[in-house]
């Protein structure tokens, strides 16, 4: 609970990034002992989203380029492995089912004026960890969860609120209909191949907001 709870804070940018954060204040908050908020800060600095200095003060970790660099060239090696492998591992009644689902909420969030950030964030990354959830592989899902985690802070960091990247949704649409066409493989790596590298352009055209 005590690391759910801190994690939420930290990617949901509600814990600003050099912020200081207090055992006490949190076991206090949450009614618990300081000793399940002490493991989880631990936890929370192996996973690099809190610094735990020798005097004991923890600090949030900052949103930076070299932590952006590290989150994309793990998703360029290994997102598109992700849909490959859940391809290959999931009934195709239950993967059609799935991605027809995910497919016709896209569509109908592109259709509004305004959408939402806590909509677009759930629907997001639902679809992202999906693919991460369902590849068969313990390893890539351990891995792959930790690094939509930062993904999701980083995308709160650089946009806020209000400024999403509604064009993403055509993208994986475009995504889904060619696994539910069942094209080629490597058309469908292709496609998710491109959409990383745009993602990745258009975070690097927001870096400002980092004041890097």
């Known amino acids: 609970m005590a690391y759910e ?41 192996a996973e690099n989203f809190v610094i735990i200095s020798p005097r004991k003060s923890v600090t949030i970790s900052e949103v930076d380029l070299k932590l952006i660099k590290d989150v994309f060239q793990v998703r360029t090696r290994i997102e598109p492995l992700l849909v490959e492998l859940t391809i290959s591992f999931m009934g195709k009644d239950e993967l059609k089912s799935s991605l027809t689902s ?84 490597e058309n469908i790596i292709s496609l998710c191949e491109q959409h990383i590298e745009a993602a990745q352009i258009d975070f690097f055209k927001n870096l400002n907001n980092l004041n890097i």
């Open 102 to 185: 995910f497919r016709n909420r896209f569509e109908k969030l592109r259709k509004k004026e305004k959408v939402a950030s806590d909509e677009f964030d759930s629907l997001y990354d639902g679809y992202r960890y999906f693919f991460a959830d369902n590849c068969g592989n313990f390893f890539f899902s351990k891995q792959m969860f930790l690094v939509y985690d930062h993904l999701h802070r980083i995308r709160k960091v650089l946009y806020g609120k209000d400024n999403r990247r509604l064009e993403a949704l055509e993208e994986h649409i475009n995504i889904i209909n060619l696994i539910l066409e069942e094209a080629p493989l």
């Open 5 to 45: 709870y801190i994690k939420s804070k930290i990617i949901n940018d509600e814990y600003k990034a050099k912020q200081l954060i207090s055992e006490k204040e949190i076991s206090e908050e949450l009614s618990i002992s300081k000793t399940p908020v002490k493991e989880a800060l631990q936890r929370l600095e």
